[in-house]
């Protein structure tokens, strides 16, 4: 199939990129390079530098070619900082969206597949796991615009016809288990690439946000699933657009608490982490974990990677190749 993939030079798009072409399809790269990175994207694998904020070059971009799928990745994903810039997050990835979805209407794209979040849903108590039809209810500007754009998608398919997935991952993590893709955010933000700095001595100590949740150690509680899984399900969900739009939950059904990662990333790595108690992030539920009965079931979907120490694994190899990330 041929395949445009925004934001394919970020972390969970690049994995998706990697994939698709060891599947066998074509695939075109449209990013803006502004938190991705050109090294991630394959050799080979065609490049357009095109702000999605921008629409007459969405349009063009989108227009130039047709596509069996689009993969939309492209977004401003960290929770905490969508808290302190809302109309930025709000405004980039609703707008940016909007110019692609416009785009590829117009364009007469049939297949759409989505990254949302499990920012959508937020949990406080709750420690059963979160299903695809969950009532919506973001705690930050992020999981609002996600929200949004999923809407948006809902009349893409009815006005137009454009079938569209939206794939709500809950924690994405770990790389690429054959060495070739990793996690390099600028700043990072994320628990597990921290972790493993810290470990490696990368940096000299973790925050650990927030000890007074309702939860089993007082730290926020969240589903880790590896990013080549996610992959995976980009893929087996490509087959369900002939007939109809979804919405998924994906992943691996299993909760961790914040220190029982760290727990993780010591056990792996054989390295103490220095941490230390921070005030709780602004824009956190204390629980997601997600209920993925229903793509299992449509698809025949199956984390491969369900044990976190693993997810950390093929994690914690890139990093001790890459200590400088895709500079090194
Ligand atoms: N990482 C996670 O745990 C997670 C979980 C749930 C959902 N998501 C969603 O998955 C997607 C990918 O997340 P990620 O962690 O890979 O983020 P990332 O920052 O690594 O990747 C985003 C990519 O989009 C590009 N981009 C951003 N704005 C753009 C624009 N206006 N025009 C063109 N390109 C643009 C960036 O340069 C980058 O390559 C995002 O939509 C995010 O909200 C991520
Ligand atoms: O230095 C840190 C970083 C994170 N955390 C905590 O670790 C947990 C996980 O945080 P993080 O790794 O930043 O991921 P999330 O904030 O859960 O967000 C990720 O997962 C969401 C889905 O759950 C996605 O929507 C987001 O895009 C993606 O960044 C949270 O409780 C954080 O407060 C810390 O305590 N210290």
Redo the contacts with the bound molecule.
């Keep these: 199939m041929k395949c445009l993939v925004t934001g394919g030079a970020g972390y969970v798009g690049s994995h998706v990129v990697i994939s698709l072409l060891d599947a066998g399809h074509d695939v075109v790269v449209l990013d803006d390079l502004s938190t991705g990175h050109r090294a991630a994207i394959p050799d080979g694998v065609r490049f357009r530098h095109v702000d999605l904020s921008n629409a007459q070059a969405t349009h063009d971009a989108v227009t130039q070619d047709s596509w069996d799928v689009v993969f939309h990745f492209a977004a401003l ?4 900082r969508s808290i302190t810039e809302p109309f930025h997050y709000l405004r980039h990835n609703i707008m940016s969206s909007l110019n692609l979805i416009e785009a590829c209407t117009s364009h007469q794209v049939k297949r759409f597949v989505f990254s949302s ?3 959508l849903f937020s949990n406080e108590r709750d420690l059963s796991r979160i299903m695809d039809d969950a009532p919506v209810n973001p705690a930050s500007p ?1 999981g609002d615009s996600k929200f949004f754009i999923e809407r948006a998608l809902l009349w893409a398919d009815r006005v137009y016809g454009m079938r569209t997935a939206c794939l709500r ?3 994405a993590a770990g790389a690429d288990p054959k060495g070739r893709l990793g996690e390099d955010h600028r700043p990072e ?4 690439p ?1 972790a493993i700095d810290t470990a490696l001595g990368l940096q000299s100590s ?5 000890s007074n949740y309702s939860t089993r150690d007082g ?2 509680i ?1 589903d880790y699933v590896h990013v080549t899984d996610l992959a995976d399900a980009h893929i087996r969900v490509i087959d369900q657009l002939d007939t109809r739009s979804v919405a998924y939950n994906l992943g691996n059904g299993r909760g961790l608490t ?1 220190l029982e990662v760290i727990e993780s990333v010591e056990r792996v790595s054989g390295c103490r982490i220095p941490w230390e108690w921070a005030l709780p ?1 602004p824009g ?1 539920p204390a629980i ?1 974990v997600a209920d993925s009965s229903r793509i299992r079931m449509d698809t025949g979907w199956q984390p491969r990677y369900r044990h976190i120490d693993s997810i950390v694994g093929t994690a914690l190899n890139w990093r001790k190749r890459h200590p400088h990330g895709y500079d090194g």
């Design positions: 994903s960290s929770v905490g979040t499990a920012a992020y991952y809950f924690n933000t994320h628990l597990i921290l973790l925050q650990i946000f927030g730290t926020c969240r914040n992030r956190d997601l």
